[in-house]
């Protein structure tokens, strides 16, 4: 039987962001029903990847061990889950032969498990911004995007990916001023260009080097509140 009730691999992603936004909105702790869930699902992904695509299954085997120890771990702290999440995929590694990893492959593992999902949802937002830049002197449209925005933030800042956090937030507090004032005039370009600055800094972080944001383009956003 389907573990998680899903009937596509097209279905795991949509799957697999809510799991992980559930997963964050328990923090402090750690929500274990979650937690479960995204278990179920990398069983399941891991199941169906093809042999030849080792570093996908790799992926997968090393991201259910890593929802299997929360999911047991109903005291556990956001804070407190890497080292022991850690020990327990590397005290699993035997079982994960001959995909096995190193310290070095599980690190970059529960990595790319976070940026993915970080990726994912930095591009759902763009799909917003680009709405509203087809109208962007839509007041409705624009409101639509602050709580979007808002929730982007606090993912960012939970991820420690402050930079990417400050210029989200500027340009909520920019949007909040512009509607305020009724103004909506040059804001849509700013948010345009705050879009892309974010998967900028995204991919950099990719590649392994952490960036502050354009310092021009965050004075800009912050100039929407004066």
Known sequence: MN???LAAPSQWRRAFDQGMLDLLRGRPRVAQAPAQALQALCLQAN???HPAQPQRRMFWAVAGHFFAHLAQSDALSWESWHGLVCAR???AAPGLAPLAPTPTQQAEALNTLFLEFVHAQVQDWQGLLAQW???PLDAAAASALLAPTTKLQTLLRDMQLDGMAE???ALAQGLQAALARD???GVADQAAQAAQEMLRLLHQYAAGF???PNPALLADLLSLCA
């Open 89 to 91: 995929i590397m005290a």
């Open 183 to 185: 103004d909506l005039a």
């Open 133 to 135: 830049s087809a109208a």
């Open 47 to 49: 199941d169906v990847a």
């Open 167 to 169: 210029l989200c937030e």
């Open 210 to 212: 952490v960036r502050p």
């Open 3 to 5: 573990p998680t009730g």
